[in-house]
């Protein structure tokens, strides 16, 4: 064991003394430390070893066992020392309760496995922030080596000379058909000691489960770690427009639920969307960690290697830009959606027509679907949350300096989440207080991203209510003290491009078009555009919004997604009093948001 270690090259004792002990306590048989420099063995070895497909060159498919395709909410818990840290979604509990329930778990769980050693980096190496970047994770499982390595940065170079300062990640999988999920019996814990940087995940494969340097570090620990040092840490997608005909650039970063648009929104604006004269460009889809520099300066960065995007819809079309990402040759690994082994290709729901030679193909549990029984004929081929990985460097419009440690400026904060009535395409909002308090009421339908939840109405604060690590009120207060130390005031705006007609199509064509509202907030911000003040923020007045080429559909539904519904409002307002009522500590400042919104609502 120590060998593998030496012969890797790691001299941090810190690091040999956390693998060593928990090759002990798991009873691993063998080791072996893994860099990116790996992928090209390990992608063969588990092609050999069935784990996974080839999709054309060099692309390829995995299944996840079929209860075990999207993080589960019940099961994941942070633990720490401290009961103030409880918060109203975190799913609290004293870490002296539940570290020994997983450690016992894991305990002799590796015999006759591999231990494989994961140093990475949730960061652009260099960064003021690497010593809270830093992990190893520890894992019994190929493919999450393979997701890894496209997820973060890898190898132990990252992380050799940082001492003790990284997050100590473990991950077993478990025996997947005998854990008892969604049951009361659920064996499934997915754990972050937030207090002692440590990660104890059991019980799944997939992706934010076990992919622990992306959701349980990137966004649980380190909104804890950010919380403790002074920078924010969201789940957020950033991009970049550039005004060719100003020369004037906005970096906007934006929170949206899992599975409500980041991916999208943040690569498919490409650079022609709008005729000439717009510029976009890729930096994160799904992380972002902010914070104000030294000349007092709101930046941030992508603290992710890759995109984790869900499959469902993409095509080129509506995301050309991930169709691009995702051609042979990029290494590019597809999950639990259909697979052709005869014809070593994919499908997934909305992907293109479906195939119509059904000749080999299987749905994402491996049955063939030829052979379903007729009351499963039109059942889906691909799961939902099915989803493909790649790297950001396959991202044909990536920002060129995506992966600068310094990070960029940030100019824009948006949220918005899928809300078939009551919120309108866009609404802007100059007030810091009012811009964090319309996050900490962003209420959306649930997806398919997490287990059991697709549709239903709930509130997300900021989209960080899986991964919230400590309580709302200290968050608020957090995201209050952060951005009023910010010289550049970034301006708020919500966005929805979810809204509904009568008969239940979309009223926003979406997609790529969702640059004309952006571009619509960056000229507000500039002052070259004044909107209309409603009681919930400014509005594009419709002539503002640049319309060109805009579908007949659209314009006529156009009225509508820039209609404020008082009603409809007020009936809202009463729910997010009860919704903020819960949260211990909430800053006043955020009550009189919530109260300077209620008494314009009633003049309106
Ligand atoms: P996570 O990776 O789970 O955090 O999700 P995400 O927020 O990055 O979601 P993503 O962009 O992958 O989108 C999820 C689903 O929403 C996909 O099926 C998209 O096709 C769909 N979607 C994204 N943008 C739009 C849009 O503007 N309009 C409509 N109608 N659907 C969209
Ligand atoms: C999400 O669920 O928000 C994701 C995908 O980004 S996962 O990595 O599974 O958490
Ligand atoms: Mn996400």
Redesign the pocket.
Known sequence: MDRALADAGVTNQAVIDFVTQWAEHTGAERMEVVSASDDARLLQEGLDAGELQPVGEGMYYSRSYSKDT??SEERTIVATADEQDRGVYNNWKPSSQVRPVVEELMKGALQGKTMYVIPYLMSPKGSDLDELAAGVELTDNRSVVLQMIRMARVGIEMIDDLGDNFVKAVHVTGDLENLQQGTPEDKRNFVTVADERTILHYGSS????A?LG??AHGLRQASYDGWKNGFLVE?FMLLGITDKETGKKYNIAGGF???SG?TNLAMTLAPDALGDRFYVEFYGD?IAWIWVDGDGVLRGFNPENGV?G?AKDTNEKTNPTAIDAIQPGSGAIFTNVAYNPKTQDVWWEGKGPKPTDLDGWMDWKGEVIADRAPEHADDPWAHP?S?FTTTLEQVPNVAKDYDDPKGVEIHGIIFGGRTRDREPLIRAMDDTAEGVYDGLTLGAEATA??DGKEGVLRYDPMSMR??LSYGEGDYAQHWLDVIGRAKNQPVFAHVNWFQRGEDGRFLWPGYRENLRPLVWLMQYRAGEVEGQQTPVGVIPKREELLLDGLDEQALADLDTVLTIDKARWQEEMANREEHLGQFRDLPEEIWEAHRRVNEKLESF
Do not use: E, H, T
């Open positions: 999207a993080r997939y992706g934010g489960n992919l992306k959701i789940q639920p899992s599975a980041k799904d984790f869900v949350n989803r991203a997490a899986p991964f």
